[in-house]
């Protein structure tokens, strides 16, 4: 029996998951911390501008990696995953949402999870966009107005849950029916 250790489908799930899911994670995490630590510049320090545009360009290029992540989750992985059997196959294995579907305690993680990760990661790119626009446009400001700074460190706080639930549900769905 051949068998291959990565199949193309298993390494753009890894790309998709591990690679751009988890770089965004950690540049949320990591913006999340900046924003919280430098909350007390102010305007007129020089160091707070050089902060201030390393913020935003850590906030865009997280972006980026939930940008990309969510594109080619939705139109490299998703296809593949939704893919229909033929009439009266009975090994399900290359088929995930058919294989998980045919199992009654796991039929949750298509209704459930594949549902939500259908839609959960848009939101959260759409939030990190918005407050790395926010970031790039007002600079100093997102760091020495505490109103803006709690607002963009609101919005960081739910792009991470949003990421962060919807990789967990990923690695349940992984785990039942990988894409090999």
């Known amino acids: 029996m051949d068998t291959m250790l990565f199949t193309e489908r298993s ?16 540049g949320l995490a990591a913006a999340l911390f900046s924003l919280r630590t430098m ?5 007129s320090d020089i160091a ?13 290029l997280t972006a980026l990696l939930l940008w990309l992540a969510v594109i080619i989750g939705t139109y490299v992985n998703f296809p593949p995953y939704r893919a229909t059997p033929p009439e009266g196959l009975t090994d399900l294995s290359q088929y995930p949402r058919a294989l998980i579907r045919a ?42 107005n505490r109103r803006l ?3 963009a460190s609101m919005l960081v706080v739910v792009a991470i849950l949003l990421v962060a639930f919807a990789s967990l549900l990923g690695v349940f769905v992984n785990k039942v029916a990988p894409l090999e």
């Open 103 to 144: 199992n009654p305690g796991t039929e949750w993680l298509h209704s459930f999870a594949m549902e939500s990760k259908e839609h959960l990661p848009w939101i959260a790119a759409m939030l990190t966009t918005a407050v790395a626009a926010v970031s790039l446009r007002y600079r100093v400001l997102v760091l020495s």
């Open 39 to 43: 909350r007390t510049v102010t305007p």
């Open 11 to 26: 390494i753009w799930t890894m790309v998709h998951g591990i690679a751009l899911g988890g770089g965004a994670l950690m």
């Open 149 to 151: 700074n709690d607002m």
């Open 48 to 60: 707070a501008r050089n902060q201030a545009r390393s913020l935003g360009l850590l906030l865009a």
